[in-house]
């Protein structure tokens, strides 16, 4: 993000961005979009050929990747489902260099195409894996911002080439545990998903059935109040919030069976010898309070809730039951308080990605 809107350092000319671009025996041009502007560079294509199928099919036989125009490049032909949600690639585009002479149909498949059109790729990711294809390691970066470490995520996943940023993986990801809990990193969710983090996969998701907030259409918030978006694994969200509204559902049905409870009978609840009726309204009558103080009344349905689980939960349990004389009895008036079963109820909550296909078994 940061890289993207920042402005772009005057010193920095056209020319010395094409030099950045630009490989070792470079035979194939490409077009980059860095800095907002059009960047011509030149790639080697046997770098390319041995750092992505993908790439070797854009530059010797791009029709290979064509009639996908509208899935990922990276999709498998066997695979159904976008690789991520919100973000569609258009067709790379390429030219083919005319071959300068006819020597048969498997030499002119051979032969590079001229240009590879990379505008729509993040330039700095893009860059980064272009370094690593062209063995410029002492140029490759070992730290990646969280924008850029999502943008190479993408780009591996577009281009099916993980195992070409293996070797700087495990620095990229040395503060993965701090970074995938800030405000906003959602898209962690993908970068876990690409690198085979299967733990913070999961222990993310986990934290946004918990915590996410939703807006009037049901969709999941950040932190700030913005709708989660970017990049993401397939199905994830739906599981997150199919998850979470279970467990709101849950949740509501603490306060709310145990009303209907006191609402389907004049008999008395209360087994304690004394005063029940006094204990029943007693009772019934907190919890109903509670209940209206709580923001859960009139009753509500899961999807009526936009606050967090958690939020909930602690609305829920904060929900104090009066008896008389304080004698509330689990064992004669009713039941436990919500107090002791809310716990048991956050603790039961599902992973909402164990049975998810990650990404490295598709
Ligand atoms: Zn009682």
New binding site residues.
């Given amino acids: 993000m940061e890289a993207q809107k920042a402005r772009r350092p005057i010193e920095i000319a056209a020319a010395e961005s094409a030099k950045l671009f630009s490989f070792k025996h470079g035979n194939v041009q490409i077009k980059v979009t860095h800095w907002s502007e059009l960047v011509r560079g030149k790639v080697s294509s046997h770098c390319m050929v041995l750092a992505s199928k993908l790439w070797e099919n854009f530059i010797f036989d791009p029709t290979k990747n064509q009639g996908k125009s509208k899935k990922p490049q990276c999709e498998k032909e066997d695979s159904i489902e976008p690789r991520w949600e919100t973000q569609t690639h258009k067709s790379q585009r390429v030219e083919r260099q005319d071959p300068t002479s006819e020597n048969g149909k498997q030499e002119t498949l051979r032969r590079p195409v001229k240009e590879v059109d990379f505008r729509d790729n993040d330039s700095e990711a893009l860059l980064v894996l272009l370094r690593i294809a062209h063995l410029q390691y002492n140029d490759v970066p070992t730290t990646l911002t969280y924008k850029t470490l999502l943008d190479v995520a993408v780009l591996c996943d577009r281009y099916n080439c993980v195992e070409l940023v293996e070797p700087w993986l495990s620095q990229w990801l040395s503060d993965e545990e701090k970074s995938w809990k800030e405000a906003g990193h959602e898209n962690w969710l993908f970068i876990a998903w690409v690198f085979a983090r299967d733990k913070v996969f999961s222990d993310l998701a986990a934290r946004m059935v918990r915590e996410a907030t939703t807006n009037d259409d049901g969709k999941c918030l950040t932190s700030s109040g913005a709708e989660v978006s970017g990049p993401m694994p397939p199905k994830v969200l739906e599981r997150i919030q199919e998850v979470r509204k279970e467990l709101i559902k849950n949740l509501l049905e603490v306060p709310y069976s145990r009303l209907d409870r006191y609402e389907s009978t004049v008999a008395s ?4 010898p ?3 009726e006094g ?2 309204a ?2 019934y009558g907190s919890i109903a309070r509670g209940v209206q103080k709580a923001g859960l009344w009139p009753r509500k349905q899961a999807e009526d809730i936009h606050m967090s689980a958690k939020e909930l939960a602690t609305r829920v349990k904060d929900i104090r039951i009066y ?2 004389y304080d ?3 689990n064992q ?3 039941g436990p308080g919500f107090w002791d079963q809310i716990p048991n109820i956050l603790s039961a909550v599902p992973s909402p990605v164990l049975d998810l296909p990650r990404r490295h078994m598709m």
């Fill in positions: 609840i209360c087994s304690r004394g005063n029940r204990c029943d007693a009772i008896a008389p004698s509330y009895s004669y008036c009713g």
